[in-house]
């Protein structure tokens, strides 16, 4: 039983060994090619797509490491300018909708008003 074991870890280890090897090749063709070789056909595209990952989980490595020793904070609280002056759009909508909301509130209050007089 524990052969069976062992010979199990043994083989899942060498598939995710085998694995990691031909993803971090893919990884070096593709940064050697780089994204004008993502047009050479299925392969090339798998090995720019990988590299463009690669670097993605470079950035995220290098951003978890700062935040953990409390140097930045995550990305998302870098301000968006695009995204601050929606916000801004939608806020001043907002205010004149209540403005709008409350003075409607009036006039119906002001003609429930008149109906009972």
Do not use: C, N, Y
Not at 43 to 49: E, H, I, P, R
Not at 56 to 77: C, D, N, Q, S
Not at 87 to 92: D, K, Q
Not at 98 to 107: F, H, P
Request: proline fraction near 3%; aromatic fraction near 4%; hydrophobic fraction near 45%.
């Amino acid at each position: 039983m524990t052969d069976d074991v062992m010979r199990f870890f043994a083989a899942w280890l060498l598939t995710h060994e085998t694995a990691d090897e031909g993803v971090k090749a893919a990884i070096r063709r593709g940064q050697e090619a780089g994204l004008e070789g993502m047009g050479g056909g299925p392969d090339a595209f798998v090995d720019g797509l990988a590299a463009m990952i690669a670097e993605e989980k470079e950035k995220l490595k290098a951003e978890l490491i700062a935040r953990a020793r409390g140097e930045v904070g995550p990305a998302e609280e870098k301000p968006d300018p695009v995204i601050e002056e929606i916000r801004f759009e939608v806020s001043a909508l907002r205010g004149r909708l209540e403005s709008v909301e409350s003075k409607l509130d009036a006039v119906l209050a002001r003609l429930e008003g008149e109906e009972r007089s």
